[in-house]
Every structure is written in structure tokens, then in C-alpha cells.
């Protein structure tokens, strides 16, 4: 009897970017530092996390609370791995940066691991400025998720970092 042919996504589950993504999953507690203005840390505060997995894998769910500047804050990210357009995507949504807004990032050609990109604007900043996000998993036990500011003329800053250790 011939043994069925498995999907992409099938195959990305056992051997690929999708099992990558898996690796996020758990409970995460860190610190959260936050610039508003470049090499200025305005805030550090204590965070937790956790990462499940939605959709049988095909997503992650990165759901956070912290507090930024003493007032609570939470947020969420869904971060996945398209075929259609081959790359990393995330949608964003948090308590304090994002406000009501989602911000949608994807990959960019050439990006390694997971680096994309995104944008923001609005009435007030009529030329959008960028937001890249980069997740690193540096080990099983240490999750890095940092994102940068870039400004219209195309300079980058950090603006968070999120330095996580799983919880056993």
C-alpha cells in the first residue's frame, strides 16, 4: 500500500518552520525595556508571557501583561509562517503602543529567521515611520523579541526589547 503524500504544511510541522515556531511555545516571565527617544531607556519593567499554539500549528499566539511607566499593560501577537508569500507574518495589537490599532508585519526578501516589518502613522504622523520586529529564540530556555523604530529617512532604533527565560 503507498503511504500518502504529505502536505507542506505537514512537512514544515515535522521538519521545517512551523516546528520552529512550536519552539516558542510555553510559559516566559523577563524584562521589558522600553525607548522612546534613541540610546534613552525610559522604561524597564518586569513581564510574563506565554506562546500557544493555534490552528493545529499552522500559528502561534504570543500573549503578554506588563506595565509600562507603572500603568498595566497587555498585548498579543499572531505569528505565523505563509507559503503564499514566503515568509514570517505577525499581527500586533497591545494596550499601550498600538492603542486600537493592529499593526501587520511580514518578511521582508532576504530576512533571516524571524525579522519583519511593519508601519505606522497616522494624523499626526502623516509620513509613516517603520517598525521592525525580530524574534530569537537563543536557546530553549531564553527568548529575545526586540523591535526598532525607523524613522521616514530610513534610521533604526530600538524601541523594545523583551528578554524572556521560560518558566519550568
Given at each position: ?73 497587555e498585548g498579543m ?40 516589518l511593519g508601519s ?49
Amino acid at each position: 500500500m503507498e503511504e500518502a503524500k504529505k502536505s507542506k504544511f505537514e512537512e514544515s510541522l515535522e521538519s521545517g518552520t512551523h516546528r520552529d515556531l512550536s519552539k516558542l511555545i510555553g510559559n516566559w516571565t523577563g524584562s521589558a525595556k522600553t525607548w522612546f527617544e534613541p540610546g534613552k531607556l525610559a522604561d524597564e519593567s518586569p513581564v510574563s508571557g506565554s506562546v500557544t499554539s493555534l490552528l493545529g500549528g499552522r500559528f502561534v499566539l504570543h500573549q503578554y501583561k506588563g506595565s509600562m511607566m507603572g500603568k498595566p499593560l497587555e498585548g498579543m501577537a499572531i505569528i505565523g509562517y505563509s507559503f503564499d508569500k514566503p515568509g514570517y507574518q505577525v499581527a500586533w495589537v497591545d494596550s499601550f503602543h498600538m492603542s486600537t490599532g493592529i499593526l501587520f508585519s511580514e518578511a521582508q526578501p532576504g530576512a533571516n529567521g524571524i525579522s519583519v516589518l511593519g508601519s505606522y502613522g497616522g494624523p499626526e504622523l502623516p509620513v509613516p515611520w517603520g517598525w521592525r520586529t525580530e524574534i530569537e529564540l537563543v536557546n530553549d530556555n531564553e527568548l529575545v523579541m526586540t523591535a526598532y523604530n525607523i524613522t521616514p529617512d530610513g534610521d533604526a532604533s530600538k524601541a523594545t526589547e523583551v528578554v524572556y527565560k521560560r518558566v519550568s
